[in-house]
């Protein structure tokens, strides 16, 4: 079968070839529906930028990247470290890349199979806003680590992650078991379709479960202003969850990063942690056990959930077709951040 060229993308599209590579590598200049006109031609051509990526199985690369979003989360540290050290002793060498929050990762990706003539890519953190025709352009093998993968999504891509929505559910039950019912919650934006989305349909699962209607006014998303999931983002949100007025007797923050900061905020204003106001986290990371008070959160099983995702990786690049989905339960850490409601 003759390979095909981007030239021959472009002509099928009728557009330039610039167009095409601007579609390619996510330029901002370029109309929208014709970006989208030309990945589905991409996609359903299975055509691959540059020629040695085409034959990257034949080749003597032994490179596999590790495209992270949120680079600075202590969390995402971890598992980097215990994916490195998976990936060595297999022999292969780890790339790690970090995507700014508003680049589409999938586009980096092709850029990098290019130029570092990948065997293999795995995707950590971020949002799951991917469209099947850019998943099925990527010419390796790739896993979606920590990122809430939707329902109707294919089977034929593999992915680790824990059961947000479950763990959350379980960790706001655990407050209204201590009497709370006033439940404020540092969130993500509506536009967030990953952990954000789950961990709030938890909390307001939860609390309808119990009978209680979720009040909109206690609910409080991330500050655009910041980088998300921070502890600057947590003390700015908190700020203004306290400058509203509202009454609450906790609050859950989706991560322990955000909680930390909320714990300032909420110091700083005089509230004695738990004493007056209770705080819940959620991912289970070393500062959130150091902190004074230690913050009640739940753990994901970072280790495991590591060594599962290069476990998936390897075994999509060994036996072609062969994928992994799989879904991690958390554990409650109880801290001193968290009492029973006077």
Do not use: W
């Not at 508003?102 to 971020?126: P, Y």
């Amino acid at each position: 079968m003759q390979t095909i060229t981007i030239k021959d993308i472009a002509k099928i599209c009728g557009v330039g070839v610039s167009t095409v590579s601007r579609a390619l590598n996510d330029h901002p200049d370029i109309n929208a529906a014709t970006k989208e006109k030309i990945l589905q031609t991409v996609a359903e051509y299975h055509f691959v930028p540059n020629n040695s990526a085409r034959n990257i199985r034949i080749t003597d690369s032994k490179t596999i990247a590790v495209l992270v979003k949120g680079i600075s989360n202590p969390f995402f540290m971890k598992m980097i470290r215990i994916m490195e050290n998976e990936i060595c002793m297999k022999g292969y060498s780890m790339t790690l890349h970090h995507v700014d929050n508003d680049t589409d990762e999938t586009a980096v990706a092709m850029e990098l199979i290019t130029e570092k003539r990948l065997r293999g890519i795995i995707f950590l953190g971020g949002h799951f806003n991917h469209t099947v025709e850019r998943l099925d352009a990527i010419p390796v093998p790739f896993v979606l680590s920590t990122i809430a993968v939707p329902e109707e999504l294919p089977k034929r891509y593999s992915f680790v992650s824990v059961n947000d929505v479950e763990e959350s559910y379980k960790l706001v039950e655990y407050l209204l078991r201590l009497g709370h019912t006033r439940i404020a919650m540092i969130t993500a934006g509506e536009t967030d379709e990953s952990i954000g989305k789950l961990r709030k349909t938890g909390y307001l699962k939860a609390l309808r479960d119990h009978g209680i209607d979720p009040d909109p006014a206690l609910i409080y998303e991330m500050d655009p202003a910041y980088d998300p999931y921070t502890m600057e983002n947590g003390y700015a949100v908190m700020q203004k969850i306290l400058a509203a007025g509202h009454d609450f007797t906790a609050v859950y923050a989706i991560s322990d990063t955000l909680a930390v900061g909320a714990a300032k905020a909420l110091s700083e204003a005089g509230y004695r942690i738990p004493a007056d106001v209770s705080l819940a986290g959620f991912d289970g990371i070393d500062l959130a056990q150091y902190y004074i008070p230690s913050i009640t959160t739940v753990r994901q099983p970072f280790e495991e959930m590591a060594q599962m995702t290069v476990s998936a990786l390897f075994q999509e690049m060994e036996q072609t077709g062969k994928f992994t989905r799989k879904l991690f339960a958390g554990t409650l850490i109880e801290g001193g951040s968290c009492a029973p409601l006077s």
